[in-house]
């Protein structure tokens, strides 16, 4: 039940291998990369407790050393004090330029420890070991790495490549399901962004993937990684298409910030939610049948998932201000907002043709709702 997707970008091309077991088979998947047998992992405490016992043991099948940082689990460790920790205990470490740096956890972890692996010595290799289904799927492929800012999230970054993703699909087990149905939001977006056909596997299959079934949860992020590989590999830095990875992630920023990066609204709820309201938006804006938006929330509701702004606990502000809040995201161009919308399931496109009133008309209507 091992699968592969190749990332192919020239030099710096890798493999995602998505499975159950890969933990257990670390050290002969990674030691083809290692000059010395040593690594340096880099986890947050939660993730270690659970996981950090199963890649030593998968390293030491192979002879291969381990040192650990553990830091905190939380957003709030995306940030330079953190950051400034990685790198200096890199090189207290004596990790040299060949070494490689191994990033166990969600994306809190990848996105930190990529960036520290981006800047240390000016770029050493690094593994993702991603722990949550939304790092499986989405921010351990792509190179995408960074940290949060007072001025926003994921403000300060580099694209720095991993040499190799092992997705674990045991991991997923440890899940709690609301973390799990999270990252479920970001394995429909690929759906609802580029492939009609998967998004309708994902409503038959989707109920019994996320209950449990393992072949159900390889294929999903299979696909999911797959997607995501073609259209890196196209745009790698983000000219262009692949914007179209941010599919409801205009909105989910303007509710992330409304609700305080709080536990009010995990990441992927809210592009959950905000692939709902984009496609609304895309109706009333005559892209897409009506029944578009219909047959997302449908599935959303189907899943248990979080689907209206109702669902998120607390008050949230008016329609202007949370308008206000997406000018806040670093997808705005020269001022204007870009927004990605959709003539239809599997067909979204990016555009920052969007009328101001349209947007605040959907989230009114939203907002009424709750
Ligand atoms: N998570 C969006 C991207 O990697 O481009």
Redesign the pocket.
Same mark, same amino acid.
């Given at each position: 039940m091992r699968e592969t997707v190749h990332v192919p970008l020239g030099d710096r091309a890798y493999d995602v291998l998505i499975g159950p077991g890969l933990l257990a088979e670390s050290g002969a998947l990674i030691s083809p990369f290692l000059p010395r047998p040593r690594v340096a992992v880099v986890t947050e405490t939660q993730v270690a407790a659970t996981h950090l016992d199963g890649l030593r043991l998968g390293l030491a099948t192979q002879g291969i050393d381990m040192v650990a940082l553990e830091l905190p689990p939380g957003e709030a460790t995306k940030g330079w004090p953190h950051l400034q920790e990685v790198v200096e205990w890199l090189l207290a470490q004596k990790i040299e330029r060949n070494d490689v740096v191994v990033a166990l956890g969600g994306g809190v972890i990848g996105d930190l420890v990529g960036f520290a692996a981006a800047i240390l010595r000016r770029g050493v290799r690094f593994v993702q070991v991603p722990t949550s289904l939304l790092a499986q799927v989405?921010?351990s492929?792509?190179? /995408?790495t960074a940290i949060n800012s007072s001025h926003g999230k994921n403000l300060i970054g580099a694209f720095h490549q991993p040499c190799l993703v092992l997705a674990d699909t045991d991991v997923l087990n440890t899940l709690t399901t609301r973390d799990f149905l999270a990252g479920y939001g #970001?394995v429909m977006k690929y759906g609802l962004l580029g492939d009609a056909d998967f998004f309708a596997w994902l409503e038959d299959n989707a109920p019994a993937m996320a209950a449990g079934d393992m072949a159900l949860r390889v294929e999903a992020v299979r696909r999911s990684v797959q997607m /995501?590989a073609e259209?890196?590999t196209r745009d790698e830095t #983000?000219q262009g298409e692949?914007?179209l990875?941010?599919l409801g992630?205009t909105f989910c920023h303007a509710l992330e910030a409304a609700t305080g990066y709080s536990d009010r609204l995990l990441h992927g709820e809210g592009v959950a939610i905000g692939c709902g309201l984009a496609f609304e938006l895309s109706s009333r804006l005559g892209l897409c049948a009506q029944e578009d938006p219909s047959r997302v929330r449908a599935h959303l509701k189907a899943m248990g998932m979080k689907t209206d702004l109702s669902d998120i606990d607390g008050a949230l502000p008016d329609a202007a201000t949370l308008l206000d809040l997406m000018g806040q995201d670093k997808k705005v161009v020269a001022g204007t907002l870009n927004f990605v919308l959709a003539r239809g399931i599997g067909e979204a496109f990016v555009t920052s043709d969007v009328p101001r009133e349209a947007v605040l008309g959907v989230l009114g209507d939203a907002l009424a709702r709750t």
């Open positions: 989405d921010s492929v792509g190179g /995408k #970001e /995501k259209i890196v #983000e692949r914007a990875l941010n992630h």
